[in-house]
């Protein structure tokens, strides 16, 4: 199987696809970024990819969600979670009191927030950690770091000055794996919805919520995100705890359609842990 996921070497994305795909005929692919993984899965280059959703810390991470209802064509099979654990990474010399700057994925700075803040550096945006990682080494500075793995550590040739900077202890982030619609699916535990309302009313998204709460259908996740189309209007993704098979999840979609609004299915998932 072709597996792709966000690269270069050293992402927390990279770990998280090695640790659950496990097989030993797996080909693998890294892409610089989320748009260019989904994308590729898109083009039929692989024929799985893995990518962020959620983090305890910093919450959903929008990109994966955008581009997810952009891509019709394509359906979330399972989800992963793991152990997030940052790390400040810095050429050999480099003293932690001279660092001004410090480089990683936005969602990785977002984690370490405050403990930024305490050191007083500024911060640069890269498409991944590991990314960051290479020019953090590449660039040869003592006035930078980057943050990311310790994997990407020791590909670069950078030391890791602080392990563990996140500013909760226990971090963790949700990744999901996403294949081309139109296979059976199996999974039973959670759906992923898109969900666009036709028209604006009082209540109306209260109306739908109760039919998931009427057919004892939990919600673990509700993300509100921009339409695109006009300002002040807003699409949802919701998660619900039950596969897309079971009786009552396509009672509750077939209800929320006829009030009118387009329910997509965005996938249907087990969640894994990996450590
Ligand atoms: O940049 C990486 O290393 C990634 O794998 C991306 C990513 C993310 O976008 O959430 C994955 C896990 C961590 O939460 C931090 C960054």
Not at 213 to 225: E, M, T
Request: charged share 20%.
């Amino acid at each position: 199987m072709r597996v792709g996921c966000l690269g270069p070497k050293g992402t927390f994305t990279e770990e998280a696809t090695r640790r659950y795909f496990v097989e030993e005929d797996v080909e693998w692919s890294l892409f610089p970024s989320i748009l260019d993984t989904l994308s590729a899965l898109a083009e039929k280059e692989v024929d799985r990819v893995v990518v962020p959703i959620e983090n305890s810390i910093e919450g959903s991470v929008t990109m994966t969600l955008d581009s997810l209802a952009l891509h019709e064509d394509l359906f979330v099979e399972a989800e992963i979670i793991m152990p997030i654990r940052q790390n400040l990474l810095a050429v050999t010399g480099t003293k932690r009191e001279e660092i001004r700057e410090i480089w990683s994925h936005p969602q990785a700075l977002a984690q370490c927030r405050h403990y930024i803040h305490h050191m007083g550096a500024a911060v640069k945006n890269f498409e991944s950690t590991a990314a960051a990682a290479a020019k953090v080494a590449e660039s040869g500075r003592t006035d930078i770091a980057a943050i990311g793995t310790e994997l990407a550590a020791q590909n670069n040739g950078l030391v890791v000055l602080h392990a563990g900077i996140q500013d909760v202890p226990d971090n963790f982030t949700r990744f999901i794996v996403v294949r081309r619609a139109g296979k059976t699916f199996t999974s039973t535990e959670r759906t992923i919805l898109q969900l666009q309302f036709e028209f604006d009313q009082p209540g109306v998204l209260a109306s739908v919520l109760n039919v998931f709460a009427g057919l004892q259908l939990n919600l673990s996740h509700i993300q509100s995100r921009p339409t695109r189309k006009k300002l002040g209007t807003y699409q949802f993704f919701l998660e619900v705890e039950a596969g897309w098979q079971d009786e009552r999840m396509q009672k509750a979609i077939s209800i929320v359609k006829t009030y009118g609004h387009q329910v997509r299915v965005l996938g249907t998932m087990n969640r894994h842990y990996v450590m």
